[in-house]
């Protein structure tokens, strides 16, 4: 939604899958009639198979071929006007390198030939592992005529925040069966998401959990090991202080190194697994200037805890009885 600037999504009230929503399409030329909205778009959502290419499940938009939407794809590679046949579908950037299909070739959906009229890329990696279809030919081929999935909004630029509370309660005012939220809101409250969401912080917990555990078992079995060289240290001399110093600048330089291979082998194992034939297409491997940052951070953080404690106990005891350890 973000890539497409829209404000607000309205799907069908009390539906348990938002993605399985039903709207009557007139509600999308209703809605644009509300003083404050600048655009609407009405999406069937559904989900196909290119059967030739044994690619299964693939998620496929409705979209009217005189949407702003369609046209706020950037289209990499399109059929002319006058060479578009009947039965077409738009391929994203990401899924047409996934099953081998180029502009003018043909795929095969519930065993009918639909030829590819075009290849387009959004700001949205759903969007470019995702296949675009003319809305009026999607309903037919799922039998839901007239019926949209939801309908992404755009407010006028001017629209202030108490304003577009204003349009949700217009849009609800509308029909109550429509239920009007912000893209925000819309994405936060969305079952599937708060599961995803969910999974990927146990499965980090989990695994920060377990490196933590590794890493400060390491770092204190290392610095125990180095009793007897602690006691030589304090015996020639060296105060307590500078014998922690040394363990925790030690303990930060394997830090940053661990960091840094960590960095590297994540970034080449997203890339290996993008390739994988189950997500190709559909995970495309990003790792941020905030996540490295984060991570190394965390690894810092949890490598000069585990040097810290057992520094300053193995410092603390006398140089005698180090060195007959």
Partial sequence: ???????????????????????????????????????????LLETLSLEDQQVFGIPTMGIALDSWLRQDFHWTNQLPPDKTPPKRLSLGIHLAQRVGL???????????????????????????????????????????????????????????????????????????????????????????MQIASAMAWMTSIIALAIGAIGTLNTMMTSVLERTREIGVLRAVGWPRRRVIGMIVAEALLLALVASFLGCVLAMLATTAMSHHPAVRGVLV??????????????????????????????????PTEALRS
Avoid: C
Wanted: charged fraction near 20%; aromatic fraction near 4%.
């Fill in 285 to 318: 491997p990003s790792i941020g200037p905030r996540t490295v940052i984060e991570g190394t951070v965390l690894a810092v953080t949890i490598g000069l805890l585990g040097a810290i404690l057992p520094a300053k106990r193995a410092a603390s005891v006398m």
């Fill in 102 to 192: 180029s502009v003018g070739d043909t795929a095969m959906i519930f065993e009918e030939p639909y030829t590819v009229d075009g290849i387009f890329e959004s700001g949205s990696v759903w969007e470019n592992g995702s296949m675009v279809m003319p809305l009026k030919q999607l309903q037919s081929l799922s039998d839901r005529n007239g019926q949209v999935t939801y309908i992404n909004v755009i407010l006028k630029p001017d629209v202030t925040v108490q304003q577009a509370d204003v349009v949700l309660k217009q849009i609800h005012a509308l029909d109550n069966r429509l239920h009007a939220m912000t893209t925000d809101e819309f994405v936060g409250t969305d079952t599937r």
């Fill in 1 to 43: 939604y973000q890539s497409h600037s829209v404000d607000i999504v309205v799907s069908r009230q009390g539906t348990a899958d938002r993605l399985s929503s039903s709207v009557g399409q007139e509600a999308v030329d209703q809605i644009r009639a509300l003083p404050d909205v600048a655009q609407t778009a009405g999406v």
